[in-house]
């Protein structure tokens, strides 16, 4: 071992969650190596702070720093459907023929996503769909109950919005595409209400008069900005012992009982369990593991406008055109899309202008300027389920990626499952459906 190794639990305070002694105070190296601060890393960090483990965070660049820092700030709690049904197969066609709409593939990234993009389509037959269906519901009622609890033990109660979501159409067409989305949501006791005329103006006043219909969300909730949630629960997570280090993880492997975490730069630190939770970055982890892990990149692109650009007074959701309005407290947000160009490619801001320019039309009375461009990388799978479990390489290093458009919505039942894992609980519900073997 490289003499600049050191326990993972070193500088650790104690946990004061339990008044009890740290692991390091009991003499035990019962430490854990989370790699990725985003959002999930961050909540799996809170849930094993605060079961008195020893911590020790690592990420590149900071504390939710990047996807999770800037995405649509939505609890989206009823998204439960499958992109791979959810219309998206249906509107393949008129996207792609549009270069700034809402589904983008520059032409070069088409040989390498194909084996993706096939596994996409096979999770659309209807039997994966409704496996994936019933196990995303399963998560997401988790979600709920864990992020409640979550945000009331962190102090963070008060970021939360609960004034619902409003999804809206351009026509009868387009509202009776979405019915049967909206019973299989049904069947998962999710509310709803189909909206329009008087009722849709005072949901969302100031509405260009092409949107004929709407369904109002009533239990859909949003944050009132995501980086500073994932600070804020990262403080929790800190007051709890947990550590952070600045460092990016150039290898990651197992040394008999133990796992080996090597920083670029040279410094390596020895762990008991691992976590790899890097956002869209996490297969390149796994593959040094030994497994191969269908995960891609969905980049998305917003632009954040002052808070005075227009009263929004819920999130919006245009799903005809992929991308959602959400008021912040730190300003209007206006964003979605989705680019299958990989880890790579310089981003195409343009992307942002046209969903701008499209919130222009449909709240006329919007002022698009003073905005701030922002892209993000989902970590994506095929199936639309995220990846929570046990490499196969060794009992003491679990997985927690690929939430895709749900990372933010799913980090507290994340951090739960991942918790469960570590510490050898039972999980809180079946995670077959999560398996990393299952691809
Ligand atoms: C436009 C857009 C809108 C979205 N809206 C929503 C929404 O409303 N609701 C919702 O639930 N979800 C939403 N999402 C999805 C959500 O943002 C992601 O699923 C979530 O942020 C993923 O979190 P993560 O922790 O897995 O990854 P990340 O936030 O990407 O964090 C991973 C971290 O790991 C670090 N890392 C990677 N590799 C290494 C390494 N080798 N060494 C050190 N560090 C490393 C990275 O630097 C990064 O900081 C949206 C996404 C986008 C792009």
Known sequence: MASNSEPANEGLRPSPSL????????????????????????????????????????????????????????FAFSDVLPLAQKGMIRQL???????????????????????????FWRAGSPRNYEASLAAQASLMKLAEAEWMGLMERSGTRKMLRE??????????????????????????GI???????????????????????GTFVPGWKTVADPKLLGKAVWGHAEAH??????????LVMRSKDQVVVQLRGGRTIMAQHLVVAA????????RQLGERIPLETERGYNTTLPRTAFVVKRQLIFSGHGFVITPL??????????????????PNFARSRAMLEKAKQFLPGLDPSGG????????????????????????????????????????????????????????????????????
Request: hydrophobic share 45%.
């Open 279 to 286: 956002g869209a970055w996490s297969h390149l982890l796994a």
């Open 191 to 213: 509310a709803f209400r189909h909206v329009a005329g008087g009722e849709l103006a005072e949901l969302q006043p100031g509405l260009s008069p092409r949107f004929v219909k």
């Open 372 to 439: 701030r461009e922002w892209m993000g990388f989902r970590p994506s799978l095929p199936d639309s389920l995220p990846v929570i479990g046990r490499s196969q390489a060794a009992d003491n290093m679990v997985y927690a990626f690929g939430h895709g458009h749900l990372g933010l919505t799913q980090a507290a039942a994340t951090g739960r499952l991942i918790r469960d894992l570590v510490v050898g609980q039972s999980p809180a519900i079946d995670l077959a459906p999560f398996s990393p073997q299952r691809f």
């Open 241 to 250: 012992g947990a550590k952070f280090v600045q460092g990016d993880v150039g």
């Open 19 to 74: 008044g009890a002694p740290s692991p390091r105070e009991r003499g035990e190296a019962e430490n854990i190596v989370i790699v990725g601060a985003g959002i999930i890393g961050i909540c799996a960090a809170a849930y094993l702070a605060e079961a008195g483990r020893s911590v020790m965070l690592i990420d590149r660049t900071g504390i939710c720093e990047e996807t999770s820092s800037g995405n649509a700030a939505a």
């Open 93 to 119: 066609p008129k996207w792609l023929a549009d270069p700034l709409g809402p589904l983008a593939i520059p032409p070069g990234y088409l040989p390498k996503l194909l084996p993706w993009l096939i596994r």
């Open 163 to 188: 004034d619902g979501s409003l999804e809206l159409y351009e026509s009868e067409a387009e509202f009776s595409a979405s019915l049967p989305g909206w019973s299989a949501r049904g069947r998962f």
């Open 329 to 346: 407290d730190t300003g209007l947000r206006v964003g979605g899309a989705v680019e299958l160009a990989g880890l790579r490619r310089p």
